[in-house]
Nanobody
């Protein structure tokens, strides 16, 4: 059974950091594009970052580029999202998702609808 579990969310002050983890069971992450999405109250879900399963290329939403870093640890079957210099507008529920489509993640585009989703982890950035 394919399962994705996020962890690492929390409440921090502006400028601080968090590292989110997305751990998979039932499949090998290396064979899937992994994306991080977020949804703030009253807003549509948006793709924040992804790492593809072809050559490890990564994508970042312009608002987070230079502050967030996505990485993959195959030995732990886990993908991380390191979030630095957090801002209040980063407040959202962050979910990870997996998709076997080789084009679900490119340097320029993240596919909006992935096949498998975790339940999400809350990130709150507030003074």
């Amino acid at each position: 059974q394919v399962q994705l579990v996020e962890s690492g969310g929390g409440s921090v002050q502006p400028g601080e950091s968090l590292r989110l983890s997305c751990t998979a069971s039932g499949f090998a992450l290396n064979n899937y594009a992994i994306g991080w999405f977020r949804q703030a109250p009253g807003k549509e879900r948006e793709g924040v970052s992804c790492i593809n399963n072809r050559d490890g290329s990564t994508y970042y939403l312009s608002d987070v580029r230079g502050r967030f870093t996505i990485s993959r640890d195959s030995t732990k079957n886990t993908v991380y999202l390191q979030m630095n210099s957090l801002k209040a507008e980063d407040t959202a529920v962050y979910s990870c998702a997996a998709d076997p489509d080789l084009w679900a993640c490119t340097k320029r585009v993240i596919k909006k609808s992935y096949d498998y989703w975790g339940r999400g982890t809350q990130v709150i950035v507030s003074p």
